[in-house]
């Protein structure tokens, strides 16, 4: 944009708010920006509207009427450093930012100042700065990167790292909000280049906007002080984000294998009804009830405009209100252990604290539109722009934004309490029939009320799905307007469905409206049996891995918080193989103190009631880096100063941890293990660390174990064996460091195969290694939860195995169909080939056999 003329005046003491607007209007008189007349119109324009726009910032303008008084654009900033009062309340104004508008240039600056304002330590710095060019280059620096309408014009830095989205969904809300909150920590600009499109990192508006699909090769940059840091920091994240992401696919694939497995007993069963509406099957089961029509309630918005002030105080009212309404949700999800609602709502958080989204809104109440119908024309485009994305699971998630557009609405209407859905009083079996199943609906969706929900729109990967799974209800979406009454879906519609009773099979998609008689009883019949095969297969997750000829494995889940461990062990998982503690430093901007992490680990302990646990120690470095660490940059992180490395060189980290563990071990079985070890000499230093904390806190000894993650680890393995008390491999970094493949290569990730022969021989070496000692041996990397690699494992000689919730019953099942003689001889066969590939054909005949 064309350079605004910026007028300064530093360290004033005006007496009131008028002596304030005044000399900043004389500001502009004196540089030629207005005629004399009008410093009298921002006087009147502030008698009319306080133009006090919160963290000290005030920006007078003059009435609509006048603006032929103003010869040419320009600002006047007057700098308070000791406040004046601006109003009858409290709030002081430090910075008086008065505009002359011949046309719209000063919009840019507006948009500028919404998001200076937002930054408290810069708002302090520009209010007692001795340097006027500091306040004119923030007012007029170029729009901050991804502002509304400017995506187009963003470029690379030349400081950058490509990767490759392994997101099984694509980059949706949830991710684009931890992406946009990483982000946001760092002072530097950071981007994201996905095809042609460049997205501002700090915006999950913009960075929906990519349009970013499974695969996508993305470029991320960064300028400024702390760039480095900033690619860093926001690649670690999004390859963690991308692990839990394909987990949470593969724990959704099985429910949808379980699902198909039980639905399997409805044959081909097609109950007689009046009429049969077909959909995608989004969560399984099978249920008779009611139907209930249930819809958003429509929201009338006027245009009307008070002044600036106060639409801007009514919008930040809103916002302000809405984000404690999702807080909330998010919370009480958590407790009632609904962890993906909770996501949900934290996502919609990070939405409503979009810099772009807000700009667009302060754009349009600054040009005199009442903030209710700025946000809602603010928030049309971006749906309108979502939906319209090719890939059909992103442009699913423009629900989202209408959803948390809407609660935002409601409170700018003075509606703050509706809930959003008409709820009349609905049956105790009632079938939902909807539009769709917005978040903020379903978080008012008694479960014991509720058997299930058919909609118009949606997929199953959009959240409706996920809701509905959460809530372990069965759901079809995707059904068209035959489940909408007349009207509602823009077209003649069908008559009301309300009050019929119908059959919902999520296990196949179909609705069953009006079933017969007979049809009613035959799928009572189906729901008790299904029933019984439910519980069937639950108790068969409880057997252990035995095989077929009396060797036991034990099989263990991969959990870090306290409220997953009920889940694990209601999949068949027998303890906890692996507590990544790294997620307490992750999840959080300071370094979790010695209680607080004694009540994390106490709180795991007491959750598997005797249960064995194997906590790992900090493990930080390489692909994982937390920014209040202070860690130096390093230039190949991965070779560098990571987990056991950076505990060895940090007292002040591991000493508090491993207090808190000899404290939380006084309540429950637990076990130590150190991550990256790569020389005997860490290991007598580690434990020499660990016997003086212990003596201090007069502690008992806990079982001591190192993960084997580097081939020295496992070439070593006989001399290690000799000063711990077991092994856990970790297949990931071992598959990485034996292959010489960074993971996250957007060309050579496909490299990293644990399957490869040369990594299963360094298993077979650290099995053999630890046997001189009689030590156990785990493995905690993915290659435990692949049922071929689960195989090949067990027929190497491991004794544990550590996935996944989602993989642990079917794990368990493989390896009871087999004999130990079996799996030994497949190990065999796979050290004598030369590929991965080659491996893998083993697995196949042994498939064809029966696995």
Known sequence: MSTIPVEVRLGAAPHNREDAVRAAGALLAQAGHIHPAYVDSLWQRENAANTFLGEGLAIPHGMVEDKHLVLRTGLAVLQVPAGVRWGDDAKQARLVVAIAAASDEHLQVLRRLTRVMRDSALMQRLATTTDAQEIVRTLVADTPAGAAGDAAALEDFPLGRELSLNYPSGLHARPAGEWARVAG???????????????????????????????????????????????????????????????????????????????????????????????????????????????DTALEVEDRFASVAAEAAALDHALTTALAQLQQLAAEARTGGRQEQAAIFTAHQGLLQDADLLQAVSRSVVQQHGAAWAWRQAMAERVSAQRALADATLAARAADLQDVGERVLRHLLGRGQDTGSSQPAWPEDAILLADDISPSMAAQIDPARVRGFCTARGGPTAHTAILARALGLPAVVAAGPAVLPAGASGDAGTPSLAGTVAILDGYRGRLYVAPSEIALVEARAHIARLAQLQ????????????????????????????????????????????????????????????????????????????????????????????????????????????????????????????????????????????????????????????????????????????????????????????????????????????????????????????????????????????????????????LAGEPLGAALLVGLGVDELSMSSSDVGTVKALLRRHSLAELQDLARRALDVDTADEVRALGAALRSAGA
């Open 185 to 295: 920590r760092f002072q530097a600009r950071v981007h994201v280049r996905c095809g042609d499109t460049v997205a501002d990192a700090k915006s999950v508006a913009a960075l929906l906007s990519l349009g970013a699909g499974r695969g996508a090769q993305l470029r991320l940059s960064a300028q400024g002080a702390d760039a480095a840091a900033a690619v860093a920091t926001l690649s670690a994240t999004i390859a963690r984000l991308g692990d839990e992401e394909s987990r949470q696919a593969e724990l959704s694939a099985a429910r949808q294998a379980q699902a198909q497995g039980l639905g399997r007993a409805l044959g081909d069963w097609q109950p007689a009804a009046r009429r049969t509406v077909t959909g995608i099957a989004a969560s399984p089961g099978l249920v008779v009830g009611t139907l209930v029509h249930v819809g």
């Open 535 to 782: 519980e069937e297969e639950s108790r068969s997750r409880q057997q252990p891995a035995t095989t077929t000829d009396g060797h036991t494995v034990e099989i263990a889940a991969n959990v870090n918080r306290a409220d997953q461990v009920a889940r694990a062990l209601e999949a068949g998982a027998e303890g906890v193989g692996l507590m990544r503690t790294e997620f307490l430093f992750l999840e959080r901007n300071t370094v979790p103190d010695e209680e607080d992490q004694y009540q994390s680990y106490r709180a795991m302990v007491e959750a598997l009631h005797g249960l064995p646990l194997v906590v790992r120690t900090l493990d930080i470095g390489g692909d994982k880096k937390v920014p209040h660490l202070d860690l130096p940059v390093e230039e190949n992180p991965f070779l560098g100063v990571r987990g056991a490395r950076l505990a060895l060189r940090r007292d002040d980290l591991l000493v508090p941890q491993l207090r808190a563990l000899y404290r939380a071990a006084r309540h429950g079985p637990l076990q130590v293990m150190f991550p990256m070890i790569s020389t005997v000499e860490e290991v007598r230093t580690l434990r020499a660390r660990m016997e003086a904390v212990r003596a201090e806190l007069n502690a008992p000894a806990v079982p001591v174990g190192i993960m084997i993650e580097v081939p020295s680890a496992a070439l070593l393995a006989d001399r290690l064996a000799a000063h711990v008390d077991f092994f856990s491999i970790g297949t990931n970094d071992l598959t990485q460091y034996t292959l010489a493949v960074d993971r996250q290569h957007p060309e050579l990730a496909g490299m990293a195969d644990s399957l490869h022969p040369a990594v299963l021989r360094l298993v077979e070496r650290t099995v053999a290694g630890a046997r001189r000692h009689g030590r156990w041996v785990g493995v905690c990397g993915g």
